[in-house]
């Protein structure tokens, strides 16, 4: 039995810092999807959210906050909350939903507006809370991407310039695409210009915080054929899967790695897409495209490796091949990434999909990846061991 679903719709807000309400940005990236989709907002019958963290609360419970923002008219709804992964795990209850046939037609959405600078957790004290104590004690997120760059330069070789070049590829990516924040191309010596952040990363390298907003609309596969939508791009595989013990590489907000005394390491970001491709019945080289969770440049890099679109090691070349970019053979982050959006946190996974989706339909402009690929996967991680991989076929 298939377990496809079908995405009917995709919109967007674009990202930036525009000082309105998340709600805002959610109801025109959700009626941007309805229209594209071809669908009354009356006949969708489940509204799933990505939530973010407000006002005491997930994203003011983020499925009815936009199902009544679109006008109460009796669908369910569900709020889902996975850090950075928030979108995937509302994506993947609208699947669950759909293919349980409790529901034919569902929309799926994930909206944020970020305060400037670091993505915090909240005030007070908390010495519970991994989170907060990793802050108090100075660890923010660059000092994260900082050892995850230094460890490529140590295992492989990798060098500042190797980094540069994925902020020089994405920033042409993401020149060509509307819904960007940063849409200037760089060149290496303005990445090398750029104030240090966390050694060896500087600014060019980590991605910012933003505003924005991504929807879906998916439905049955016979919902689809009742509507003449056969060759609509379909949602294959959702993989949601934990860390296994023990953890081999330190992860946020974690401050230190599990003892693999007694047991094998394992990589966390690794075994995401392992589970997609065995969902969807498929391997890494039947990929065409990818878009991956760019905090920096340097985690680019480690996500190519984890995805298997190449060995261990072998990404930094890969990407001086010119194979990562538009027009290569595995172009990756064809959207710009988040080196060009900035990280709206119930967002970006959906954004992720919503970029695969316009490349397989052939509507991504200037950013048009070859006609070729067929298959695209995505690439996310959130906190507290939380992370996904998406993979979308036609």
């Not at 669908?75 to 995937?88: F, H, L």
């Not at 540069?164 to 920033?171: D, G, T, Y």
């Not at 954004?351 to 950013?367: F, I, P, S, Y």
Request: glycine residues 10%; contains cysteine; charged residues 20%.
């Amino acid at each position: 039995m298939s377990r496809d679903i079908v995405i009917l719709g995709a919109g967007m807000h674009p990202w930036g810092k525009w000082g309105r309400s998340f709600i805002d940005y959610g109801v025109v990236a959700a009626r941007a999807a309805l229209k594209d989709a071809g669908v009354d907002w009356r006949d969708v019958q489940f509204v799933s959210g990505a939530a973010t963290i407000r006002n005491g609360y997930p994203g003011q419970v983020s499925g009815a906050t936009f199902a009544q923002a679109l006008g109460w008219q009796g669908a369910q709804v569900n709020t889902s909350y996975a850090a950075c992964a928030s979108g995937s795990q509302a994506l993947a209850a609208a699947r669950s939903k759909i293919l349980s046939g409790e529901c034919e037609l569902a929309l799926v959405i994930g909206s944020d507006t970020t305060p400037k600078g670091f993505l915090a957790p909240a005030k007070g004290e908390r010495p519970d809370d991994p989170d907060w104590v990793r802050f108090r004690l100075g660890i923010t997120n660059p000092s994260y991407f900082a050892l995850y760059a230094r460890r490529r330069m140590a295992l492989y070789g990798d060098t500042v310039d190797d980094f540069a070049r994925v902020k020089i590829k994405n920033s042409k990516h993401g020149f060509e695409n509307p819904n960007a924040r940063y849409r200037k191309c760089f060149t290496a010596a303005e990445v090398a210009a750029s104030p240090m952040v966390a050694n060896p990363l500087r600014l060019m390298d980590i991605c910012a915080t933003s505003d924005g907003a991504a929807a879906l609309i998916v439905c049955s596969v016979d919902y689809a054929r009742r509507l003449g939508r056969t060759d609509a791009p379909k949602v294959a595989a959702i993989s949601t899967v934990t860390p296994t013990f023990a953890s081999g590489t330190i992860e946020m907000p974690d401050l230190a790695t599990d003892s693999a005394v007694s047991v094998a390491a394992h990589s966390f970001r690794a075994a995401l897409p392992v589970k997609a491709y065995e969902e969807a019945g498929i391997g890494p080289q039947d990929v065409g495209l990818a878009e991956v969770y760019d905090l920096s440049t340097a985690l680019e890099l480690d996500w190519i490796e984890d995805l298997q679109l190449c060995a261990r090691g072998e990404a930094a070349a890969l990407l001086r091949s010119g194979a990562t970019q538009v027009g290569g053979r595995i172009p990756v982050n064809a959207s710009g990434g988040l080196a060009c959006f900035g990280e709206a946190v119930p967002a970006q996974a959906l954004a992720q999909v919503c970029e695969l989706t316009w490349q397989l339909r052939g509507q991504a402009g200037a950013r048009q990846v070859s006609s070729d690929a067929k298959v695209g996967i995505t690439a996310n991680q959130g906190l507290f061991g939380h992370g996904s991989s998406v993979i979308v076929k036609r």
